[in-house]
């Protein structure tokens, strides 16, 4: 029934959302970089476990392993980064937000790289997520809600979930050869996070201040770290490939897409405060923007 697909892109939407709330306490505490390295290792682990368990590993075309190794460097070590360092400074919402300017800057990037005209409609699902996100970002804020406290100015949470979006949005691209060859997605995520495990762990190497967690790594503070990440890699992921799988792709990925709307009411349980009109009328141009692009 085509149900179960609509359910599963919804429930995807609705584990990337509720996995950034949780997300945004352990990295305030543990830092950007710890926080990134502990993540990528767990979900890599995560990830490896379900391709072999389903066999995607016989699928993956290994003459591509350039463009596995740009998307584990550029699309998850330094994409997580930024995206980390965003939340740790301007809270899951703005996060969420600027991360849903992925799809016009993946069409600005196809059109430099690989010469792909992006059509008017392209264009004017960009302008729409655009002014969303710069409706939300600017006028959305919530001085009451804790998640809206923003640390330091806010044109660097922008500048951090742009380089975000920018790197992880040139991350899946340059994975379209390989996909288009016949790899799997579970297993060409598994295979981009493992690199990026790797990566992260030989810098976590060098004895510098910059890399070291800012507290003491309890059994507690690592449980709240790894289950963002089997939300998001393990749980959200699989949801969305389902959804791919069994129902029609535009569709999909825009159902997929929610959690900048969804993210207002889990946000709104967890601290009793309603989102301001601009925070919802932003989020849901973000989202519309997206359906315009992809659908």
């Not at 301001?276 to 997206?290: C, D, F, K, N, Y």
Request: aromatic share 12%; net charge positive.
């Amino acid at each position: 029934m085509f149900i179960f697909p609509i359910l599963a892109a919804l429930g995807a939407s609705f584990g990337w959302a509720a996995g950034i709330v949780l997300a945004q306490s352990p990295a305030k505490q543990l830092g950007a970089f710890e926080f990134t390295r502990i993540h990528l290792l767990a979900c890599s682990a995560i990830l490896a476990a379900f391709c072999s368990v389903f066999g995607n590993w016989s699928t993956v075309t290994w003459q591509f392993w350039p463009s596995f190794t740009a998307s584990s460097c550029f699309g998850i070590v330094l994409g997580n980064l930024a995206m980390i360092e965003c939340l740790r400074r301007g809270g899951p919402r703005r996060t969420e937000l600027l991360l849903s300017l992925k799809a016009p800057f993946v069409a600005a990037i196809a059109y430099v790289w690989l010469n792909e005209i992006p059509s008017s409609t392209d264009i004017v699902g960009a302008v729409i997520i655009l002014s969303g996100v710069g409706l939300a970002v600017f006028f959305g804020s919530n001085k009451q809600s804790n998640s809206d406290a923003k640390t330091g100015n806010i044109m660097v949470v922008i500048f951090l979930g742009i380089t975000a979006t920018a790197f992880q949005g040139f991350g899946f691209l340059v994975m379209k050869p390989a996909m288009l060859a016949g790899t799997e997605p579970l297993a060409a995520s598994a295979i981009r996070l493992l690199g990026a495990a790797f990566l992260i762990s030989l810098i976590a190497l060098w004895p510098s201040k910059i890399f070291a967690s800012h507290c003491k790594l309890t059994p507690q503070l690592l449980g709240r770290t790894i289950l963002p990440g089997f939300i998001g890699y393990g749980i959200s992921s699989s949801l969305l490939l389902y959804a791919f799988a069994n129902f029609d792709a535009g569709i999909a990925t825009v159902l997929g897409s929610l959690s900048p709307v969804i993210i207002l009411p889990i946000l709104w349980f967890k601290e009793g405060k309603p989102p301001r009109p601009q925070a919802v009328l932003g989020a849901a141009l973000a989202v519309i923007g997206t359906a315009v692009i992809v659908v």
